[in-house]
């Protein structure tokens, strides 16, 4: 079992930048890919971005490409969402997810999730 924790949410203007963290602890030699999805209210769940644990390739939604990138710190088992050229659309809570791959993540087939962070972004 893995258990995920974020961290970096808050508040921004549009135009900002925030960078979202994810750590995991427990049984980490299983994770095959991990990324963020985001649900914003009264909308489902939608993938934004992914990242092979072993290979380091990555996966963007059409919607966040070249504003969003994520990177990973592999001694310190941590994912990061950095998210630039924010518009209030990217206003939703932003979950750290795991995945048996990429293409897991992105159809929303998850082996473990985080609790959520806030992302708010006023005009």
């Known amino acids: 079992q893995v258990q995920l924790v974020e961290s970096g949410g808050g508040s921004v203007q549009a135009g900002g930048s925030l960078r979202l963290s994810c750590t995991a602890s427990g049984t980490i030699f299983n994770i095959y890919a991990m990324g963020w999805l985001r649900q914003a209210p009264g909308k489902e769940r939608a993938f934004v971005a992914a990242l092979s644990w072993t290979r380091g390739t990555t996966y963007y939604s059409d919607s966040v490409k070249g504003r969003f990138t994520i990177s990973r710190d592999s001694a310190n088992n941590t994912v990061y969402l950095q998210m630039d050229s924010l518009v209030p659309d990217d206003t939703a809570i932003y979950y750290c997810?795991?995945?048996?791959?990429?293409?897991?993540?992105?159809?929303?087939?998850?082996?473990?999730w985080g609790q959520g962070t806030q992302v708010t972004v006023s005009s």
């Open positions: 997810a795991t995945g048996r791959g990429i293409p897991r993540i992105v159809a929303g087939d998850l082996t473990s």
